[in-house]
């Protein structure tokens, strides 16, 4: 098969999730956060998460954009200046997260919001009662913004990605 029609074919919404160093980024933090953090907790484990986390959520992001936009029936193209606005917007908050206590308020409601329908189903498994939503855990560490480094991998693959999908359409 032709490069170009290689390249073609494996550019679609929101694949560039499927990359090998962005499975192991959250197979990595599902690991620190369920396991390691328990068993070993300290700095180390803490920026562990910190890390795979900014890792992939900005290519979370762009899957999410592309998803929508494909499904609006707009022509696909990965983009460039969306990876961009991802990548700054995830460290944005991020930052924000780490240094101002009304965003770190909003991040556990809001996470714990988003894990109220697991914990709900959990408890209904279990025969126990329907949990409340409450925030997450979160210790608000400025040191975390050693972190926002990992946020070059998003940019490296992202940018390989649009890289592929211009030289398929030439």
Do not use: Y
Not at 144 to 152: I, K, Q, R, S, V
Not at 159 to 169: D, I, K, P, Q, V
């Amino acid at each position: 098969m032709p490069e170009a029609q290689r390249a073609t074919r494996s550019i679609l919404p929101g694949d560039g999730l499927l990359h090998p160093l962005v499975l192991a980024a959250v197979l990595l933090l599902l690991v620190n956060d369920h396991v390691l953090k328990q068993r070993w907790p300290s700095w180390w484990t803490g920026k562990l998460s910190d890390v795979a986390g900014l890792a992939f959520f900005p290519l979370l992001l762009q899957a999410a954009w592309e998803s929508v936009s494909a499904r609006r029936g707009r022509p696909f193209t990965p983009s460039g200046p969306v990876l961009l606005t991802c990548v700054v917007l995830t460290g944005a908050v991020f930052s924000a997260i780490q240094l101002w206590d009304t965003a770190a308020l909003g991040w556990q409601w809001g996470l714990g919001s988003l894990q109220w329908p697991v914990r709900v189903l959990g408890a209904l498994w279990n025969g126990a009662r329907i949990p409340q939503v409450a925030p997450v855990a979160h210790t608000a560490d400025a040191s975390d913004l050693l972190a926002l480094p990992a946020l070059g991998l998003p940019v490296w693959l992202g940018r390989a990605r649009c890289h592929r999908a211009s030289t398929a359409m030439e």
